[in-house]
């Protein structure tokens, strides 16, 4: 069962615009959401979180937004930049015992010049 | 560097062999995480290490897998007589483990593992 779903594995937009990637959840007992972002042959790195206590986080050019009761989290990037192009991976982690990230299988984001 | 790093980056073996894949994880990291991702597909937990606590060894896939970490630091994944569907890029993290609050985890590069 995948309790973290990326339900788009591509999505392309022009650069300047806004990008908007998605993510649903089923274990409503996750206590934070994380987006990562991945370069070919390169290993993830951390770019936002957010608490499920909490229903947006801003960072730069980033922001999360969480909906808990629609189970729903988004990635909102603006401006987009071709070097945002990458694969955006959700991530949800549930705080005690092992606190393993559970994953998204990614979404492709390519940002067209 | 200051980063989590992963050796060897690449590893190429026959079905049937024993593999070991490294990781440096950031000084002063408690918290240390194995996850696999095999092609076309998100990053799956394999085990964690937390101080000296006993691993959470629920995601190791079978009893060829199997993991150490030596004085609290570097980490070894082990797996023994592998087969064709090990085939996949073995990452680790690690991150500080503090209460209150949540500290995100760091990820090496990889180990890009091929069975033939």
């Known amino acids: 069962d995948q309790q973290v779903k990326q339900n788009s594995p591509s999505l392309s937009v022009q650069e300047g615009r806004i990008s908007i990637l998605n993510c649903d959840y089923t274990?409503?007992?996750?206590?934070?959401f994380l987006w990562y972002k991945k370069y070919p042959a390169e290993g993830p790195t951390f770019l936002i979180s957010i608490s499920s206590i909490k229903d947006k986080n801003e960072d730069g050019r980033f922001t999360v937004f969480l909906n808990k009761s629609a189970k729903h989290l988004s990635l909102h990037i603006v401006p987009s930049q071709p070097g945002d192009s990458a694969v955006y991976f959700c991530?949800?982690?549930?705080?005690?015992?092992?606190?393993?990230?559970?994953f998204g299988k990614g979404t492709k984001l390519t940002v067209n010049p | 560097g200051a980063g989590v790093s992963q050796s060897p980056s690449n590893k190429v073996t026959e079905k049937g062999k024993d593999v070991e894949l490294r990781c440096d994880p950031i000084?002063?990291?408690?918290?240390l995480y194995w996850y696999r991702q095999s092609l076309g597909q998100g990053l799956e937990f394999l085990i964690y290490?937390?101080?000296?606590?006993?691993?959470?060894k629920s995601g190791l896939p079978s009893d060829r897998f199997s993991a150490e970490r030596t004085g609290g630091s570097v980490s070894t994944l082990t797996i023994q007589r592998t087969q064709q569907e090990d085939s996949a890029v073995y990452l680790c993290a690690s991150s500080f483990s503090r209460t209150g609050g949540y500290q995100p985890q760091h990820f090496g590069d990889g180990t890009r593992l091929s069975i033939l």
């Open positions: 991530a949800a982690i549930k705080q005690g015992g092992s606190e393993k990230l559970v």
């Open positions: 000084s002063g990291h408690t918290a």
């Open positions: 274990n409503s007992m996750f206590d934070y």
């Open positions: 290490f937390q101080g000296n606590s006993a691993p959470d």
